[in-house]
């Protein structure tokens, strides 16, 4: 018989269906007894006999039986399906479940994240991370048509690439055919995106996976995240403020019509506003901290170009150099400033635009710079040695090429969705998060390789240094 999905059996009164799912919950009474068959659209309650004794709950069973309306007083509001209820005529128990290790009937929010993630694949069958994963997909399908709808073009830049520094440390992955050479994984797809301007396809954008072996933090996922990496030629920093200030507020009056965004236009601090007014460059501007369908969006704008260089900062070069970039070295120094590059480049505003919502940073941005002069000057403030600027060496050639004046931003998928759902943790907007030590959700990876593995690639492991 053709499967009926759950939510559909409220149009099937005085009909038998056949229902595909898991035991969500059992209530015996005697000889009767009541179960709430789940399927991925929703609950729907189950009346029979002993021939449903043998399903347990999170069982996966076949029902077949008749639709039938549940009288008034006993309809359930709080259940799409509330009005009917199946009496079982038969049940197939397909596949048995053990007493699972977590309960899956609550939020969640208080059980053990290691459990939760060792579990991960039952966790996922909680309610709320059922629907943040729908919510999910159906934003990244909205913000893509939105996107095509404007011309922009969808396209995959490369995993195994050459650093792409965002200010964190590169994942490095060994190369077997060029021993004792390494891919880095990207930190975002910058300079792809930046050499596709080159190439003249002049709006792109991708969602794409990023990779920087940080330390771990709350609002951040340690390892990889996603985010929504968009480029555009010939443009100014206001047209990219409005296109992304567009595309949220249409995808989000979409998705969440229950939502309401506080101020429109999006609110405009520079940077210096923002540390002074707030003490943040990340403000949380809601008028109302409580109201957990505010979303408030601001602008923070002119950033200085440079910050102090820290001890552990990627950028340090030859030991000299003093600067690190705050967004990254590809920003472009506000036209106003140029001249200041040499004499006091820490008054050198930058043409950065980060994105903030609700006091989470949710993405960040930049025009470009496109003259290679103007880039080989923040490499040598940066104080890259004439080594690392080589490893750049493939985009100042491009520059010469004709290169169109470009911008971008890119703000995070996992980042936007928690901040707007109001969730406090990133893991709760992923499908297989790493945990915060760095484990991988189920798989527990990393692990050892095999001499055999090792030996392909020419490495050998040499015991971690004592502290
Ligand atoms: N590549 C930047 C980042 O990952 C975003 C951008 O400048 O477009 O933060």
């Not at 005697?30 to 399927?39: A, E, P």
């Not at 006999?49 to 076949?62: F, H, M, R, T, Y």
């Not at 359930?76 to 128990?93: R, Y």
């Not at 945990?435 to 798989?443: D, K, P, R």
Request: charged letters at 25%; a negative charge; hydrophobic letters at 35%.
């Amino acid at each position: 018989m053709v499967r009926t999905i759950i939510k559909d059996t409220p149009n099937k009164i005085g009909e038998v269906v056949t229902l595909n799912g898991w035991v969500h919950s059992r209530r015996d009474h005697g000889k009767i007894i009541f179960l709430d068959l789940r399927d991925r659209s929703g609950l729907v309650q189950v009346v029979g006999d002993q021939i449903l004794d043998p399903l347990k709950p999170e069982s996966v069973v076949e029902i077949t039986g008749l639709v039938k309306a549940r009288p008034e007083k006993l309809i359930n509001p709080h259940l799409t399906t509330g009005s009917i209820e199946i009496e079982a005529q038969s049940a197939t128990l397909i596949s048995p479940a053990k007493d699972l290790p977590l309960p899956i009937d609550s939020d969640g929010y208080d059980i053990d994240e290691s459990v939760r993630l060792k579990y991960r694949y039952l966790d996922l069958r909680r309610p709320r991370l059922q629907n943040n994963l729908r919510l999910r997909s159906q934003l990244a399908n909205l913000i893509r048509q939105h996107l095509i709808k404007q011309d922009f073009v969808e396209i995959e830049t490369p995993i195994l690439t050459k650093t792409t520094p965002e200010g964190a440390r590169d994942f490095l992955v060994p190369s077997r055919l060029q021993p004792g050479n390494f891919y880095a994984l990207p930190q975002s797809p910058q300079q792809y995106k930046q050499l596709l301007m080159v190439a003249g396809m002049e709006r792109y954008f991708q969602f794409a996976r990023c990779f920087r072996d940080e330390d771990p933090r709350h609002d951040r996922a340690y390892g990889e995240f996603t985010q929504l990496d968009i480029e555009l030629s010939f443009v100014t920093q206001e047209d990219i403020l409005q296109l992304t200030e567009e595309l949220f507020t249409t995808t989000i009056q979409q998705l969440f019509p229950h939502k309401h965004i506080s101020k429109s236009p999006w609110p405009r601090l520079s940077h210096a506003q923002a540390v002074k007014e707030y003490g943040s460059d990340k403000p949380d501007l809601r008028q109302d901290k409580n109201n957990p369908d505010e979303l408030s969006f601001a602008w923070v704008l002119d950033f200085p170009l440079f910050t102090q260089q820290s001890d552990s900062d990627f950028y340090h070069g030859s030991g000299s150099a003093k600067f690190a970039p705050s967004h990254h070295m590809f920003t472009a120094p506000h036209p106003e400033d140029i001249k200041l590059l040499d004499s006091d480049p820490q008054k050198v505003r930058g043409l950065q635009h980060d994105l903030v919502l609700n006091g989470y940073e949710v993405g960040g941005g930049s025009i470009r710079i496109h003259q290679p002069e103007i880039q080989q000057k923040i490499f040598q403030l940066i104080g890259f040695t004439p080594q690392q600027q080589a490893q750049f060496e493939h985009l100042l050639t491009a520059f010469t090429y004709g290169v169109p004046p470009h911008g971008g931003i890119a703000p995070g998928l996992d980042r936007l969705l928690m901040a707007i759902l109001g969730e406090p943790s990133l893991r709760e907007t992923i499908a297989f998060p790493a945990s915060g030590s760095g484990l991988t959700a189920v798989v527990n990876a990393p692990s050892p390789a095999t001499t055999e593995q090792l030996e392909e690639l020419h490495l050998a492991i040499t015991q971690p240094k004592k502290k």
